[in-house]
Nanobody
Framework: QVQLVESGGGLVQPGGSLRLSCAVS????????IGWFRQAPGKEREGVSC????????YYQDSVRGRFTLSSDNANYTVYLQMNSLKPGDPAVYSC????????????????WGQGTQLTVSS
């Protein structure tokens, strides 16, 4: 059983930065794609970025490319999402999820989910 725990959410001013963590327990990262998703009130869940444990490949949604960066600590089975230049459109509940193999766009294709962490952007 794979378990994921997100942390690092909070309140940040526009233009600020925050780093989210996704700790994966139960297995090495090598077998999984770890996706980050977000869901704002009244909106559908959308994919933000994805990390492939097998080779370290990363993918980003157009709206966050250049502002968000994925990294990993393989020894501690943790994936980080560094978020810079945060905008009013970024606030949401951010969740990480895993699936075996490669990244997928659709949330329903992921097998395990964390509980989510809230990002608020406000001055």
């Amino acid at each position: 059983q794979v378990q994921l725990v997100e942390s690092g959410g909070g309140l940040v001013q526009p233009g600020g930065s925050l780093r989210l963590s996704c700790a994966v327990s139960g297995s090495t990262l090598d077998y999984y794609a770890i996706g980050w998703f977000r869901q704002a009130p009244g909106k559908e869940r959308e994919g933000v970025s994805c990390f492939i444990g097998r080779d370290g490949s990363t993918y980003y949604q157009d709206s966050v490319r250049g502002r968000f960066t994925l990294s990993s600590d393989n020894a501690n089975y943790t994936v980080y999402l560094q978020m810079n230049s945060l905008k009013p459109g970024d606030p949401a509940v951010y969740s990480c999820a895993t699936r075996t193999g490669d990244c997928a766009i659709l949330p329903r294709l992921y097998d395990y989910w964390g509980q989510g962490t809230q990002l608020t952007v406000s001055s």
